[in-house]
């Protein structure tokens, strides 16, 4: 029963994390002044390392045959499903934040949106 529940914990953090980790990212920059970027980079990489301690309680549990057959099976994949979409989301989500960087950076960091010069009504 322990084993379940904590399995049940895991998964359900790191879903947590990595499905609302940008809403996170904004609360905390706007909250104590942390980078978002960073803050974004920090809950990514703990969803994808809480996946996978997950995945290796579940060996380990497996192993000392603390969850049933049934469970074993619903539990493998649940997590494998959950967290590759879950994970390639996380990281496309952060590709995306550190594409877009700093001012200055990127595809249309030099441009500004409001220069006389791009005006075309002026």
Known sequence: MK??????IL???ATALGIFGQDMAYFLEG?????????LTFTTIVTVLL????????YIFTRKSKISKKGIEIYWTG????????????????AMW????????????NIRIDDKKSRSYE
């Open 3 to 8: 084993a379940n529940i904590c399995i049940c």
């Open 11 to 13: 998964l359900t953090v």
């Open 31 to 39: 909250v104590i002044g942390i980078n978002a970027l960073y803050c």
């Open 51 to 58: 996946y996978i301690v997950t995945g290796i309680c579940l």
């Open 79 to 94: 997590i494998i499903g959950i967290s590759i979409v879950l994970s390639f989301w996380s990281i496309f989500v952060l």
């Open 98 to 109: 550190w594409g877009r960087g700093k001012k200055g950076s990127g595809i249309r960091g």
